[in-house]
């Protein structure tokens, strides 16, 4: 299995506050991505990086921030949780971008 | 606005039986298409991939047909054993490493 850990596994949080998921790989991958899956849309992608401190928005990239400080980690945070950011959350890997991306297990967070 | 869609929900097939799931996309920038498979409470897994300059691959029981005039592609699985129950993802890939997937195909093979 690729090297992929997300943190944490389950979360529950209070509308408002901030909230801060990490990604780390030890594969020195170059792409990390970070999706949210619901049902109905399927993956849809959030914000993904290409490099360190290079990362560009997904398809439903509002309400969060990203940041790739080195290789191995990649964190999604919610500035401001909402109930609608409740979701099964999914970071992935790959090493050229066009080619397979590895996912981590998942972090189940619930807004309430 | 979502540039992958799979417009079938859900595909009911009997074991040893062929399935057929369909992917279409928007985006004539994507290169590179994939499929990927997944359990329930587990992370998608990778099940096989596409260039934009092929019009098949197989790989086993699995081939994958790409029709770029049509922007179509469809993942044909031969034939379907009870395993293979799960949701399949259809996912698109452009040249700067964006990968984007579709809704999801809820896939029940059937003794």
């Known amino acids: 299995d690729a090297g992929i850990t997300q943190s944490p596994r389950h979360k529950v949080t209070e509308t408002g506050t901030p909230v801060t998921l990490r990604c780390h790989q030890t594969e020195n991958h170059r792409y990390m991505y970070w999706y949210r899956q619901d049902p109905g849309h399927g993956l849809r992608l959030i914000h993904y990086s290409y490099g360190v401190k290079d990362t560009d928005k997904g398809e439903v990239s509002d309400g969060y921030s990203v940041s790739r400080s080195k290789t191995e980690d990649f964190l999604l945070t919610l500035e401001s949780a909402t109930s609608s950011q409740t979701s099964v959350y999914f970071c992935?890997?790959?090493?050229?971008?066009?080619?397979?991306?590895?996912f981590g297990q998942g972090t189940r967070l619930t807004v309430v | 606005d979502q540039q992958v869609k799979q417009n079938s929900p859900s595909l009911s097939v009997q074991e040893g039986r062929i399935s057929i799931l369909n992917c279409d996309y928007t985006n004539s920038m994507f290169d590179y298409f994939l499929w990927y498979k997944k359990y329930p409470a587990e992370g998608p897994t990778f099940l096989i991939s596409i260039s934009s300059i092929k019009d098949k691959n197989e790989d086993g029981r699995f081939t994958v047909f790409l029709n770029k005039s049509a922007k179509h592609l469809s993942l044909h699985i031969v034939p379907s054993q009870p395993g293979d129950s799960a949701v399949y993802f259809c996912?698109?890939?452009?040249?700067?490493?964006?990968?984007?997937f579709g809704a999801g195909t809820q896939v029940v093979v059937t003794p």
């Open positions: 992935a890997i790959s090493d050229r971008g066009r080619v397979e991306a590895f």
């Open positions: 996912a698109a890939c452009d040249s700067w490493g964006k990968l984007q």
